[in-house]
């Protein structure tokens, strides 16, 4: 696996990740429209990490039908686990 330099030197295990798909066939629930689901792209990645996982959950919240319940279900806690990234997402809401 490649490695990205840190400031140090040392090597740190790379950033990027696999392709993430999008199963639009199964059931949705009650939170998530079909008919924007179904206007989103199928797959996201490969590539950064964060940049791939910001793009799901930026369209996760979009397709929602309420976003402003979708982002608060996804609001970060106040206690932060180790080992773990905090990234500010910004995103529309349609409602």
């Known amino acids: ?28 629930g009650p939170l998530l429209s079909k008919g924007r689901l179904a206007e989103a792209p199928e797959s996201y990645g490969p590539g950064r990490v964060v940049k791939t996982l910001k793009d799901v959950i930026t369209t996760l919240v979009n397709v929602a039908y309420k ?3 979708a982002l608060k279900c996804l609001q970060k806690t106040d ?12 995103t529309r809401l349609v409602d």
Do not use: L, V, W
């Open 1 to 28: 696996m490649d490695a990205i330099p840190t400031r140090e030197g040392q090597p740190q295990p790379s950033e990027f990740g696999p392709k993430i798909f999008f199963n639009k066939r199964c059931f949705t």
């Open 67 to 69: 976003s402003k319940y």
């Open 79 to 90: 206690t932060r686990k180790p080992n773990t990234h905090i990234q500010c997402i910004k």
